[in-house]
């Protein structure tokens, strides 16, 4: 499975982004995506992640409420739309995939991780 995350950029506090993740050479239909950041000097971290169908997300805590998961199978691509960014959202954001359909916030269960987009929130 290849996995390619875009979608970073440069914006102020307030401001909003939304992360794209394209999959390509997966052979089965039935896997997850989550999304995961990484500050300077910190641990990776679970942000969001989405069923295969759609029909279950999970969230930080951080994210609820600003942040949403959302997946059109027909493109293979996950999306994270994210509002009301703040610094303290700067980091590298990372897609993963898993197999199985649980949307799990656990990073040691996401086989697959694509290069990881930048996004920095300016204060």
């Known amino acids: 499975v290849q996995l390619q995350a875009s979608g970073g950029g440069l914006v102020q506090t307030g401001g909003s982004l939304r992360l794209s993740c394209a999959a390509s050479?997966?052979?089965?239909?039935?896997?997850?995506t989550g999304w995961f950041r990484q500050a300077p000097g910190k641990e990776r971290e679970f942000v969001a992640a989405i069923t295969w169908t759609g029909g279950s997300t999970n969230y930080a805590d951080f994210a609820k409420g600003r942040f949403t998961i959302s997946r059109d199978n027909a493109e293979n691509t996950v999306y994270l739309q994210m509002n009301s960014l703040e610094p303290e959202d700067t980091a590298l954001y990372y897609c993963?995939?898993?197999?199985?359909?649980?949307?799990?916030?656990?990073?040691?269960?996401?086989?697959?991780w694509g290069q990881g987009t930048l996004v920095t929130v300016s204060s």
């Open positions: 050479g997966h052979s089965s239909s039935l896997y997850a």
């Open positions: 993963a995939v898993k197999s199985g359909s649980y949307a799990s916030f656990l990073r040691h269960s996401y086989a697959y």
